[in-house]
Every structure is written in C-alpha cells, then in structure tokens.
C-alpha cells in the first residue's frame, strides 16, 4: 500500500473509539495494520451490533482473531510483535499487563517496539481505573465548560475527547516515538490520555485567558457564541450559516457585502453591544435563504460557510474538487488527510471481517499448516463468520 508510512507495521489490540481512530490515520498513510480482533460472534442488535469491526474506522486492516485468554494466543501475538515497529491498546491500567501483553512483556521480544497506551484518564492518577467516555475526560479538561449556551454545557460530539484529544494525540505520539527509536535502537511506551488531549486542545483558551481576554463562562467570549460575529445564523429557509469575520477588514466586508450601513455596527469590539448586534445580524440573515447567501458571500473575505449537512457536505464543490469525502462500496467517508506530494496516501481496503486474514498471517508469522489447523481446531485461533 503507498503512502509516508508504508515501512511500519503496526499491531493493534482491537478496541473501540480513540485506538482504532489513531490506527485508522495510520492504515491511511500507509502503515500495515494487524489487528488482534477477539473471538467473533454472531451480531445480536443494539450496542453490540454498534461495536462490531465493521465500520469506516476500522478500513485498512488485517484481522487475526484470538482468543487471548489462551497462553497459546499470546505466545502468536509476541511473534508478530518481533517484527513490529509499533503496539497500540486501548484496555484499562494493567490489563494489557495480566494478558501477558504488557509492555515488559512485548518489549522484551523487540527493544525497538513504540507500545501505544490509549486511554481516557491515563496510565495514572487517582481516576486510572475508573469507567468513563469522552463527555467525561472532556468535562475533566475544562474543555466541556467552555462550549454550549450560557445555562448549559453542550458536548462537541465526541469528536474532543476520543478524536481529537485522543486519536490524534495517539497517533503523533507512536510517531514521534518511532522516529526516536530509529536513533536510539529503544522503544518507549506512549501514555496518551484523553484528558491529556482535551486539555491539549484548550491551549489557545488558557493562553487568551492568562491574557485577561478570555472569561471563564460560556457564552462571554468572542469564539464561544457571545460574539455577533462569530457565530451561526437562520436563514429563511429553516438552513443556517457560519460568519467567522474576526479582523477588522474581514467585518467591514461582511458588512458591505450585506449592504449594512447601520452606525451600531462599528462598535465591533464592544462586549457590551454584542447581543443587540447579534439580534440585528440574526433579522437579515433570515430575510434570505441559505443558497441566496451563499450566492452573495460564498468565496468572498467575509469569512462565509454555509452550515451543511453530513449528507450535504460531500456535494458541495470545494469538496467535491478535493475529493474530501469517497464512497467505498456505497459507503460515503472521509478521505485519507493531510495531503502528500511525494508519497501520496490512498484509501486503504475497506474493515475487513473479523478473522478474514487469521490463516494467511500465522502462516506469514512462520506458522505450519498442522500448527494453524491445530490452533484452530482448538478454537485458540478462529477464521471469520460470514
């Protein structure tokens, strides 16, 4: 497979939200990713049918199902761990560790390996063994505090938490770490905590705030709502708009574009004003529809999107010219990001099955055809349900 990182394997002990995440970025850019997938069983509906390695997160695999509460599984996955560049797992502190899998245990099989921990609360801390999700490493790292209505939190999805704070922090972390090992000849293990992330992404609030130009509450800041114009509007169509326009010259197009002459709006900055200013933009912006602004503003320094739909968003344009989203067999999903111009990445194979690839990778692990028949038969190893 092309990409930047077509010389890296890496292994990845299946799990759910911010890992497979990290190793879907991987597998995009080119990495070989063998996922240690557990026994399958029969979808049965709700939750579970929601887990199920099926989805557009999980495209780019290999899928070697084990049962590795079995000794005989874990001694299979040290064998390809010999060969790997990076370990990626998701369980609680010290799981990884009673499997037999941990990263003494890894390690001592190839000093090189990066071993990647995900987690929400980290490899420590009086919150380590604790359940939780995104919303709650989100609500830990201030984060959730400052998004939402001025009454109320909103969570962002959980795109700050599991993606953001998490998959990505993930994934430049085992990269970085493999780029050192390359100079060192020593893996290392990479704790990337959620709350961490979160956090991480809040840096620019934290900056703003030591400076006096950020408070403390929602709705009071110039990119959390309270500003007129920074914010999204209704149209006249029931569809809504994005305006951005924070430098002067940005707003005083904006304004000019929507033939705004109104004195009121010159006082850009003045807190004070803004929920009157927001009210004024909110009545113009409804005496058109959402296509009429786009017509006006769409492409212009005025700082202008239109507010899309996940359905709407891979038909318009500039996306469309980007190649932003693909469909893999009827299957509309992003496309692998960023963009490389020596090395491009493509979209990898879509999920694969759980255990579609278990005879051909024990068997590319140095495993007999009696030795792969033999760990089947002994349900150790098992080969995909259909």
């Given at each position: 497979?092309?990409?930047?990182l ?38 049965r ?45 998701g369980?609680?502190p ?23 921990r ?11 063994q ?12 201030g ?10 939190p909103?969570?962002?999805?959980n ?37 961490d ?19 403390d ?25 994005a ?29 004070g ?50 190649g ?52 089947l ?10």
């Amino acid at each position: 497979m092309p990409g930047p990182l077509s010389h890296l394997t890496v292994i990845e002990l299946a799990g759910i939200g911010p890992g497979p995440f990290a190793c879907m970025l991987l597998a995009d850019m080119g990495a070989r990713v063998i996922r240690i997938d557990r026994p399958p069983v029969p979808a049965r509906g709700g939750l579970e049918a929601l887990m199920r390695n099926d989805s557009v997160v999980d495209r780019g695999r290999q899928s070697l199902s084990l049962d590795l509460k079995d000794p005989r599984a874990v001694s299979v996955v040290l064998r390809l761990v010999q060969k790997a560049d990076i370990l990626v797992e998701g369980f609680r502190p010290g799981v990884a560790e009673k499997l037999g899998l941990g990263p003494a245990h890894c390690q001592a099989h190839n000093p090189k390996l990066v071993y990647g921990r995900m987690t929400g609360w980290g490899q420590t801390g009086p919150l380590a063994q604790a359940a939780g999700h995104d919303i709650n490493y989100v609500a830990l790292s201030g984060a959730l505090h400052a998004i939402g209505k001025a009454d109320q939190p909103m969570p962002p999805l959980n795109l700050v938490g599991d993606y953001g704070g998490g998959g990505m922090l993930l994934a430049l972390g085992v990269l970085a770490a493999a780029h050192q090992a390359r100079h060192s000849g020593e893996g290392q293990v990479v704790d990337a905590a959620m709350t961490d992330g979160a956090a991480l992404l809040m840096a620019a609030q934290y900056g703003l705030m030591a400076k006096g130009f950020w408070q403390d509450q929602r709705e009071s800041n110039f990119l959390d709502g309270a500003a007129h114009f920074y914010g999204t509007y209704a149209c006249l169509d029931g569809g809504h708009v994005a305006i951005g326009a924070i430098e002067p010259q940005f707003y005083r197009q904006l304004l000019a574009l929507c033939g705004i002459t109104d004195p009121h709006f010159e006082q850009q900055w003045e807190q004070g004003q803004w929920p009157a200013l927001r009210e004024k933009l909110a009545a113009l912006f409804r005496t058109r529809t959402r296509a009429q602004w786009c017509q006006l503003l769409e492409g212009t320094d005025a700082c202008f999107a239109p507010v899309l739909s996940m359905s709407e968003a891979v038909d318009h344009p500039h996306n469309a010219a980007r190649g932003t989203f693909v469909r893999q067999d009827g299957v509309l999903q992003p496309a692998p990001a960023p963009r490389f111009d020596r090395t491009p990445s493509t979209l990898p194979p879509k999920a694969p099955r759980t255990g579609e690839h278990t005879a051909e990778l024990l068997a590319q692990a140095g495993f007999s055809a009696t030795e792969i028949e033999d760990l089947l038969g002994a349900r150790v190893a098992h080969r995909d349900i259909p």
